[in-house]
């Protein structure tokens, strides 16, 4: 019974590593959170009965949130356009050197509207070639 328990906490674990987009700097910390805490936790709670096994994963699951949270106030004090997304950064260096190239660079109105606010273009898959 705990194997199967087991083997399904791994499965998601791995699931949810490969679904990993990173959109800040604290993303990272926040996914470790979410999949070693929570791991450790059930550990701990399936060696409950012993007493030094659990508590080192208690340990270990409380460690990463300490750890995101020293991150994120270090973010937030000292760097924080690093907890903005990535296409937050982009758009917002694009509109910096639009801004510094100054009267040199005509852009028409709706060129720098939609940089401003649409989404970033996703790349376009190759055209295949159609045979007659």
Known sequence: ?????????????????????VRSALNPFL???AIISPT???FAFLFRTNAAISAILVGAGIFPIVVTCLVG???????????????????????????????RLTLDRT????????PP???TPPATEQKP
């Open 40 to 42: 450790c936790f059930l």
């Open 111 to 118: 060129s720098l509207q939609d940089i401003a606010t649409n």
């Open 73 to 103: 106030a270090f973010f937030a004090v000292f760097k924080p356009e690093r907890l903005q997304s990535e296409d937050y950064q982009l758009r917002s260096e694009s509109l910096r050197i639009l801004r510094e190239k100054g009267g």
């Open 121 to 123: 273009l996703q790349p």
């Open 1 to 21: 019974m705990p194997l199967d328990i087991l083997d399904k906490v791994a499965h998601l674990t791995q699931a949810a590593a490969g679904r990993l987009t």
């Open 31 to 33: 996914w470790l959170c």
